[in-house]
C-alpha cells in the first residue's frame, strides 16, 4: 500500500516537473529524497530500516511495516505489550523474530530449552552489552547489573559472601519482622480511621482503604535499606500526604529506567520533554547524596577508635553489604574501592531490591485476597504451625523456610504469573544455533519473557493462566519428613521446578543473589500480617492489570479495608 502510493506520488511530480519544462534545485532534492525514500522501502518491506534479510527464518519472522519492522505494532500495544507477545507466541509459536528501528533485530523464545541455552549452556555468548550501560549506565553506574565480564564476576565474588544462613537468621528475628510491626501500625492507624466513618457508604469505604501497592513499596525501601545498608530510611512511618526525598527521587528514577528500556528513541524524548532533564540530574544527585552519607559513617565506624563495648557490639552486628564492598582490597596493588563505585554497589541493590520485593508482596497478596479458597488453606496453614496468635519468637528462618509449604507455594506461583523482571534480553557475541536450529546472528537481540512463559500450557500446562498454589506441593506424610523438618503443616512438601522452567530469580552462573533475601522478606510480612488482621479487597475495583513497565506494577492502586481479625 504505502510502495504503491509512493510511486503514484512520484508519477505525479515527475509529469508535473515533465510538464514545466525544468527543474530548480528544490525540485531536483525532492526528487531524489523521494527515490532514496522509495529505494528504502522496495529494500526493507516489512522490516525495520538496516535490518538483514531472514528468509531462513520463514514463518518465524513477524511480519511488520517498511522501514519500521513492528514498531508500529508495539506502539499500539503499549499499554499491553506482555499481551502483544504472549499473542505472537500463541500465533507463531515460541520461537519469534520481531526488527525495531535502531536496536536492530529481537529473536524472542518462550521455553525453557532456549533459556537453559542462553543462561548456561552457551552462557559466554549472551551477554547484556552496551544497550543496557548506555540506557541506565547515568543512574546505576558500572555495578553488578550492567556489567560483563570480569567486572560481573568482581562484584559477584564479593556479593555472594553476604548472603549467609547467619545473616538470614538475624534478619527474620529483626528487621523483617520490625519492618512487618511498623506496616502493621499503618494498618491500625486505618482501622482507628474507619471506625469514625460511616462504613455503609461505599464512598467512606473507599476513602478509608489502603493501597497495598505503596504500602509495599515503602515497606520494601524500609527493609532493604536496613537490611543490606543499615539507612533508616522510615518511608513507613512518613504520612502519605508528606514527601520523602529518597523516595520520591527513587520513585522518578525507577520510571525514567522503565521509560529508557521500552523507547529506542529515549535519548531524544527525555532532552524534549519539559523539565525532565534537570529532575533526572536532581533525582540522581539525591541518590548520591545518601549513597555518600553510608559509605561515610561506615567508613567512620571502622576507621574511629572505639571502646571495647563498641567494637562488641559492631562484631555482633551482622556484616552487610556495604561492609564487604567497603573492607575489599585488591590484591594486585593493595586499594579500596572508590566512593563511585561504592555509589554504583548502593543505587544498584538498592533498585534492584525494593521494587522486585515490593511488587512481589502486591501481586501475592492480590492473589491471595481474591481467591477464598486459597486465603482458607494459608491460614489454616498458619494457624496451625504458629497458632492462632502472632507470637514474633515462633518465626525463625527454619520454620520459615522449611514448615510453611502452602505459604511458599503461594509465593512461587505468585512469581510465575506475576515475575518482576517480566522480559529480558541478551546480545549475542557471536553467531550461534539455538537447540531447534534456529540462526542466531552476532549483535542479535535475543529476548525472552517470564510473563508469557508462566502461561505457556505446553510448558506448565492446561491451567498455566490459572493461579494454583498446589503445582508446588508434592505428598510427603512419611514420619521421617516430620520428624526430620518438625512440619506440622497438613500440606506435604514444597517442591522447587528446574531454573529454567520457573526463572524468576534467573539461572546460575547468574542465579539472583538476593533469592532467600525476597522469598524471606515476602512470607514474614505474610505471616505478621494475615495473623493479626482481615484484609479485604475492596469490591468493585477493576481487575488488575499489569502496567507497561520493565517491571511488573499494578497499573492501578490495589485497594483494601483492614480490621483486626478475631
Known amino acids: 500500500m504505502l510502495i504503491q502510493q509512493l510511486l503514484k506520488s512520484l508519477e505525479s511530480f515527475l509529469a508535473l516537473v515533465n510538464k514545466q519544462g525544468q527543474q530548480s534545485p528544490l525540485q531536483t532534492a525532492v526528487i531524489a529524497t523521494v527515490g532514496l525514500l522509495l529505494a528504502a522501502v522496495i529494500k ?101 547489573f550492567v556489567s560483563d565480564g570480569e567486572a560481573w564476576r568482581f562484584h559477584r565474588k564479593t556479593s555472594v559472601n553476604v548472603f549467609t544462613t547467619k545473616l538470614f537468621r538475624q ?66 512511618s512518613t504520612p502519605v500526604t508528606e514527601k520523602h526525598e529518597f523516595a520520591e527521587a527513587f520513585d522518578f528514577l525507577t520510571a525514567n529506567m522503565d521509560a529508557r528500556i521500552l523507547n529506542p528513541f529515549w535519548h531524544w524524548t527525555d532532552s524534549l520533554t519539559p523539565g525532565k532533564t534537570p ?77 522486585t520485593t515490593s511488587l512481589a508482596m502486591t501481586w501475592m497478596f492480590y492473589s491471595i485476597l481474591s481467591q477464598p479458597r486459597v486465603l482458607k488453606n494459608l491460614r489454616h496453614e498458619l494457624d496451625t504451625v504458629l497458632g492462632v496468635r502472632y507470637d514474633p519468637e515462633r518465626l525463625s528462618y527454619e520454620v520459615v523456610m522449611s514448615e510453611l509449604p502452602y505459604l511458599k507455594a503461594i509465593f512461587h506461583e505468585t512469581l510465575r504469573l506475576y515475575p518482576q523482571t517480566p522480559r529480558n534480553a541478551r546480545v549475542a557475541v557471536v553467531d550461534d544455533v539455538m537447540p531447534d ?23 506448565w500446562g492446561e491451567d498455566a493462566a490459572i493461579f494454583v498454589p498446589e503445582r508446588w506441593l508434592v505428598d510427603d506424610d512419611t514420619l521421617e519428613h516430620k520428624a526430620k523438618t518438625g512440619s506440622k503443616s497438613p500440606f506435604g512438601k514444597f517442591r522447587m521446578e528446574n531454573q529454567f522452567k520457573f526463572n524468576s530469580f534467573s539461572a546460575n552462573p547468574r542465579l539472583c543473589l538476593g533469592q532467600t533475601f525476597a522469598t524471606l522478606e515476602t512470607m514474614v510480612t505474610a505471616c505478621v500480617v494475615l495473623q493479626q488482621f482481615e484484609v479485604t479487597l475492596v469490591p468493585g475495583r477493576p481487575v488488575p492489570m499489569p502496567k507497561g513497565s520493565a517491571s511488573l506494577p499494578m497499573l492501578h492502586p490495589l485497594l483494601a479495608t483492614v480490621s483486626y481479625r478475631s
Open 44 to 144: 526493507y518491506p516489512n522490516r525495520a530500516f538496516l535490518t538483514s534479510t531472514r528468509p531462513d527464518l520463514g514463518k518465524k519472522a513477524i511480519k511488520g511495516s517498511p522501514l519500521l519492522g513492528n514498531m508500529p505494532e508495539m506502539i499500539r500495544a503499549a499499554d499491553d505489550p506482555l499481551g502483544c507477545m504472549l499473542k505472537w507466541f500463541e500465533t507463531y509459536g515460541d520461537i519469534v523474530s520481531i526488527t525495531v528501528p535502531i536496536r536492530g533485530r529481537f529473536i524472542m523464545v518462550n521455553h525453557p530449552m532456549y533459556l537453559e541455552h542462553i543462561l548456561k549452556n552457551n552462557f559466554d555468548n549472551y551477554i547484556k552489552g552496551s544497550l543496557f550501560a548506555e540506557q541506565l549506565g547515568d543512574i546505576l553506574g558500572n555495578g553488578i
Open 171 to 236: 534478619l527474620v528475628r529483626g528487621a523483617f519482622q520490625e519492618t512487618a510491626q511498623v506496616f502493621c501500625r499503618v494498618l491500625e492507624q486505618t482501622i482507628a480511621k474507619e471506625g469514625s466513618e460511616d462504613e455503609d457508604n461505599p464512598q467512606n469505604l473507599t476513602d478509608c482503604a489502603v493501597d497495598l501497592q505503596q504500602l509495599f513499596l515503602r515497606l520494601a525501601l524500609d527493609a532493604f535499606g536496613k537490611a543490606i545498608f543499615g539507612i533508616e530510611f522510615k518511608t513507613l
Open 279 to 355: 529532575k533526572l540530574a536532581h533525582s540522581i544527585s539525591v541518590l548520591d547524596k545518601h549513597a555518600a552519607q553510608a559509605t561515610a559513617a561506615r567508613r567512620a565506624e571502622q576507621e574511629m577508635p572505639k571502646s571495647q563495648e563498641e567494637e562488641e557490639a559492631r562484631a555482633a552486628r551482622p556484616h552487610d553489604l556495604l561492609d564487604h564492598y567497603i573492607s575489599y582490597t585488591n590484591p594486585d596493588d593493595g586499594s579500596k574501592l572508590s566512593h563511585g563505585a561504592l555509589r554504583d554497589v548502593f543505587v544498584g541493590f538498592m533498585m534492584a531490591g525494593r521494587d
Open 437 to 459: 536450529g534456529t540462526r542466531i546472528s552476532a549483535g542479535d537481540l535475543v529476548g525472552y519473557s517470564l510473563w508469557t512463559m508462566g502461561r505457556n500450557r505446553s510448558v
